[in-house]
């Protein structure tokens, strides 16, 4: 559903990494690991459109990045979930209409019921009527990634999902990405602790990529 | 605007569409929060810029008013002053007035009685002038028809058949005045422009303002999938409204302020005649609507333009 | 307003003080962002509010003026006006004389010659009246002495001893004209107040929308041991030069406006009458100083009610 | 030098946690667990004087918090450095800068040379100039903890320092915080990363504070 190309990605200055090539297809489980500053953000913007890559091609639902219009990109936007590593909200909205948010900026109907049991699998049922502001860095962060499931998106992307959570909590988390890659979303999550890619491995089969020193290679053996 | 909005799936009929319409519009409102500060700013600005616009407009009509009571006062009257040995005057006068009877542009002609000419002497002479005493010039008013006169042509015919008589046609008098009415209408509605134009300006700048503050609310928007109508529809509608709120006020303010003003009196007619008469209590509430309007173009471009630098 | 600040550790003289300070002041000044939108919006409104006060300011001073003009023209002066048959018209004349020149507060009188007195009746009876054909009462103009003259005490004496002198003190003539000037005057001090009272809360919401926008850098600020006379300083400074420079240059360009406009002509002298003379070129300079003042206050207010909301 | 003593607090609602007791001397060194939402980023708020306790007594350097003005604090503040958990920054800044703002904002002189080799122990040499908004995640949290020990405080309080940094990095900057507690400065952790604790376990004698269900308790066994 996403393809990466031969993608090469620079800020201006010296090239983060080159020739990356990943196929997104349905009910595909992709880890990213790396040291911090290898480029993991930086590919999961490629991969949901926000930065164009600077050689080679991105295509999102079989599209060329390169010729969509903005209202292009929204409407693929509206088919991906995203878990941002810095867990944006609307400040002046409670965690429910901020959870709600994807449908509500693309006009659907927002199921209440299923809003308030994704809120109660995530732990915030307690916190639904809170302003973002209040919560914990754990809440952030769990109220993120029910924002990115609530459309039940075909592509799942998770920045350090689990960064500020309990091993307990991660594992709770994790569970429900499984759960909702065996129902078809593909799945790519970005993170730093390797217990949680072991954890998953023993579950399902999940690819592990490894980003350093400017190439990507595939990690399995050494995990 | 909403030509590229998409459509709800079900199919429903145009009430029912106009009311998910409306929904809709109040959802795109809701996601961008109310900034007070921002808020405020935006209405008094438009209320104090409605206010001086309502002043503006009141002065631009009294001078226009002016300028036609002295265009009617004096540019459409004239005087024929007729000095003659007093057995002639009678004679004479009665020449002057068949001659300006048949003067094409002519609409009427009147001797000045002797009480209107004491009224007239009586700032330098007093009021008991001894008239009877005295062997006064008769004066004829001339009002002419919108056309106007020949003065030329009339001067001619005057010397001519009564040589006693002399055409004044106040053109001393009047051009200084029209001029001066010309001009304060000028810098009344050189104010309206530039009170416009500040308008905008401040206008363009708050919704930048606002838009530069919530950067981040419209990049999440974006982030989740939101289209560019729909995060600019908020902003839009938010700017139009408080305008529109602000510019009411004003303008009701500044009517309240322009009702409470003494009365025009003539005794100095100029300074006092700042004011609107019947109709013209009309005119300014055309500036609500049209502030609304500079106000939905203004933050529109700047929605637009901000939106360009978010992917 | 650094009454608390810390002083620098080490003694220094008092001109390294005063660098250390102003570098102080700069830092203090660079932790807040520019925030371009609001910075423009802060400078234009500054701009448009001295510009229009300007104006004001030139339409009091014009208002004053004229009140002046007409207090000097009429209040000062007074007609003696004696009607008496032409025998004694000559010997009243010099009765009247007389009792003006023993009367207190009066500063000179002097009888007011045919020509002139044709020329006042030129208006109405055109330049070529005859006057020796003509019983005209004689007229003495009187010029008040500051203090002004007992009128009913003249009008008594004048009564006793000239049966033909009538007094004329011109109140008629005056009242409309005072009052009309006065209401102007009063028009335009209502809108240099109603100007200054609106800068005041603009610049004031202006501050607090900034104050707003920043809060995230307010917070920041205090978290890491920021003093409250710090952070303020830097909004403080800032918004103070930016209404300062803002005045400045919209006083510039109503001065340059006020003197592109035509020279006053007396034709038509209230209308035109707007306008600088000499010193007064002197009074829009204050404005720019005023408007500064008002910012530092309004801003100095508005940071410390933002500031106690933070920890 | 910093002393909590039968602090309770709450939001509003339900008290998070109650009488709870901690006494920071200088060279002490302290780990904070527990769930998400426990209220870990609470009990700091309330060391660095952010939030007021709803009972008990909180003293800082030996004044009680009740009594300090707003200027008294702000003077405390520049004896304590604290990594939050959202890593803020003064956006319009370049890192370095950000970096020696407490100094800044205190008006002291700012020491060039020791901001360089700091910069480059937490591995930002590169990013001095960059701007905040362009740090990746472990990148913002490494320059929060620059910021924090730029003063060599007296007392230095971590929330979830390491979150979004890889294994090598965490440990790399734990020996800083390590080496600055031999040297006198009071730490606080407050982490999920069991890992993390044991490692430093094993170098020094930390420790373990756990806050689950209102109380706080000394855990150190069960790791
Ligand atoms: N907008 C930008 N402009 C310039 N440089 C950038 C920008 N965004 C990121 N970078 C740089 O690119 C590099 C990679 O950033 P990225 O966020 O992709 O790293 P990451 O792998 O996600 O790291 P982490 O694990 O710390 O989150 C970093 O060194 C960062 O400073
Ligand atoms: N300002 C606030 N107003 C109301 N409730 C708040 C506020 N701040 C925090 N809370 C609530 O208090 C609880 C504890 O928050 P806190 O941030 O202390 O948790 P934490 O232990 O740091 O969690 P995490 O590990 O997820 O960061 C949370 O449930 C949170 O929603
Ligand atoms: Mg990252
Ligand atoms: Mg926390």
Redesign the pocket.
């Known amino acids: 559903m996403i393809e990466l190309d031969g993608v090469a990605h620079s800020?201006?200055g010296t090239e983060?990494f080159s020739d990356v090539s990943l196929s997104m297809g349905q009910g595909s489980f992709h880890f990213l690991t790396?040291?911090?500053?290898?480029?993991?953000?930086?590919?999961l913007?490629l991969c949901y459109g926000e930065l164009q890559p600077r050689s080679g091609d991105v295509r999102l639902f079989g599209e060329s990045r390169r010729k969509m219009g903005r209202n292009d990109l929204a409407r693929a936007r509206q088919r991906i979930g995203v878990v941002h590593?810095d867990c944006q909200f609307l400040d002046h909205l409670p965690v429910r209409e901020n959870v709600a948010l994807p449908l509500i900026a693309s006009q659907r109907p927002v199921p209440e019921g299923d809003l308030d049991d994704l809120l109660g699998w995530v732990g915030l049922s307690a916190q639904a009527d809170a302003l973002p502001p209040t919560l914990s860095g754990g809440e952030r962060q769990r109220a993120a990634l029910a924002r990115a499931v609530m459309t039940s998106p075909e592509v799942l992307l998770a920045?350090?999902p689990t960064g500020n959570l309990d091993w307990d909590m991660s594992v709770r988390l994790l569970s429900l990405l499984i759960e909702l890659n065996r129902m078809g979303t593909a799945v790519l999550i970005?993170t730093?602790d390797l217990n949680l890619i072991r954890t998953a491995k023993s579950q399902i089969s999940a690819r592990v990529l490894r980003?350093a020193g400017r190439r990507m290679q595939l990690a399995g053996a050494d995990l | 605007m909403s030509g590229a909005a998409p459509e709800p799936r079900e199919t429903q009929k145009t009430g029912d569409r106009r009311a998910a319409r409306t929904v809709r519009d109040r959802r795109a409102t809701q996601v961008v929060p109310g900034s007070g500060q921002s808020a405020w700013l935006t209405l008094l600005t438009a209320a104090a810029m409605a206010f001086l616009c309502v002043f503006a407009l009141a002065l631009a009509l009294a001078a226009d008013r002016l300028a036609d009571r002295w265009q009617a006062a004096l540019a459409q009257t004239a005087t024929v002053r007729i000095a003659a040995p007093a057995g002639q005057i009678e004679e004479q006068t009665a020449i002057v007035l068949e001659v300006l009877a048949t003067t094409p542009g002519v609409q009427s002609a009147r001797v000045i009685g002797e009480d209107e000419q004491a009224a007239l002497l009586e700032p330098w002479f007093g009021p008991d002038l001894p008239m009877d005493a005295l062997t006064l010039p008769r004066l004829v008013e001339v009002i002419e028809a919108p056309g106007g006169v020949d003065s030329m042509g009339l001067r001619l015919r005057l010397a001519a058949e009564a040589p006693g008589a002399i055409l004044d046609d106040h053109t001393r008098w009047r051009r200084p005045l029209i001029e001066g009415a010309a001009r304060l209408r000028l810098l009344a509605l050189a104010s309206i422009g530039l009170i416009g134009g500040v308008t905008a300006a401040m206008v363009t700048l708050a919704a930048m303002a606002a838009l530069a503050t919530n950067a981040r609310v419209i990049a999440v928007l974006r982030l989740v999938g939101a289209r560019d109508s729909f995060i600019a529809r908020a902003f839009v509608r938010r700017f139009t409204l408080r305008t529109l709120i602000g510019a009411a006020a004003g303008v009701a303010l500044g009517m309240v302020a322009l009702w409470a003003m003494p009365a025009a009196q003539d005794g100095a007619g100029l300074l006092t005649g700042i004011g609107l008469r019947g109709i013209e209590w009309l005119y300014p509430l055309a500036i609500p609507p049209v502030a609304a309007l500079v106000a939905w173009a203004a933050t529109r471009v700047a929605a637009f333009r901000v939106l360009r630098e978010v992917t």
């Open positions: 800020y201006g983060l790396g040291p911090s500053g290898a480029g993991k953000t930086t590919l913007k590593q920045d350090e970005a730093h980003i």
